[in-house]
């Protein structure tokens, strides 16, 4: 067992993961806590997992576990398979495109310590967080989005589609079986029904980066997925 799993989906993300490994154990091999990284990998063609193999081959920072998948396969089941061989008691979910920056996890640590809840969510859109490297159009996209979803749902959360966040394990167990949502509307569907199912939940403003290296997913068809999401949310909530 450890206190902390860092679990990380990926897919084409030769360029980010290592990087990502090393500045996240730069900022938690000082902390009183023991951690993890979990990655998990839908068999990405740029040779993400080599790039695994070879930091836990040589590297000494933090265990590194990697899980390998046949294909895409889905975020939702993604998680639930690196919960599966995650040891811990916490689980901080992250993307390793370096848009999620590690520094930011002594803060979430310290929210939950001192509350006891049972979600810190990382968010955009309360005092002193932001976004960095994104046009207009797209900040009103995801602002625009946000406030629907949070006046139709009667959500807590001010960052609804934020995919940082730490979970309290039992939490996190306890609600991904039943949501059924893919790509962008997944994050939103999880905390929703989290809440719903009476899980606490914190807030730490974070400033948000976008991708450096490497395509980013999200597209018109992410939107409508969302959309999706967010209905079928309205009828099962």
């Known amino acids: 067992m450890c206190d902390y799993s860092v679990l990380v989906p990926t897919y084409n993300e030769s360029e980010n993961i290592a990087v990502f490994a090393w500045i996240l154990n730069e900022h938690t ?3 009183p806590y023991s951690f993890e990284l979990v990655v998990v990998d839908d068999n990405s063609p ?29 975020l939702g089941s993604a ?36 509350t006891g809840c049972d979600i810190v969510t990382g968010t955009r859109y309360a005092s002193g967080g932001g976004v960095a ?14 406030l629907l979803a949070s006046v139709a749902l009667g959500a807590t ?12 394990r039992t939490a996190l167990e ?11 509307a997944f994050q939103m569907e999880v905390i929703v029904r989290a809440q719903y199912r009476g899980c606490s939940i914190r ?10 290296f490497g395509q980013s997913k999200l597209g018109p068809a992410e939107f409508l997925l969302f959309l999706k999401g967010l209905l079928n949310l309205l009828l099962t909530v």
């Open 133 to 146: 490297g994104w046009n207009m159009a797209r900040k009103l996209t995801s602002r625009g989005a946000n």
């Open 203 to 212: 807030e730490v403003p974070i400033i948000f980066v976008d991708r450096l």
């Open 46 to 74: 740029d040779g993400t997992q080599d790039i695994v193999r070879q930091l836990q081959a040589k590297w000494n920072g933090m265990p590194i576990m990697l899980i390998t998948r046949p294909r895409k396969l889905g």
């Open 79 to 114: 998680y639930m398979d690196g919960i599966r061989h995650a040891r811990g008691q916490y689980i901080f979910l992250m993307d390793a495109d370096l848009s999620h920056h590690p520094k930011y996890i002594p803060d979430f640590i310290a929210q939950q310590r001192a």
């Open 174 to 184: 306890s609600v991904l079986p039943q949501v059924t949502s893919q790509g962008y």
């Open 157 to 168: 959360a001010s960052d609804l589609t934020g995919a940082f966040r730490l979970y309290r």
């Open 29 to 31: 091999k000082n902390l």
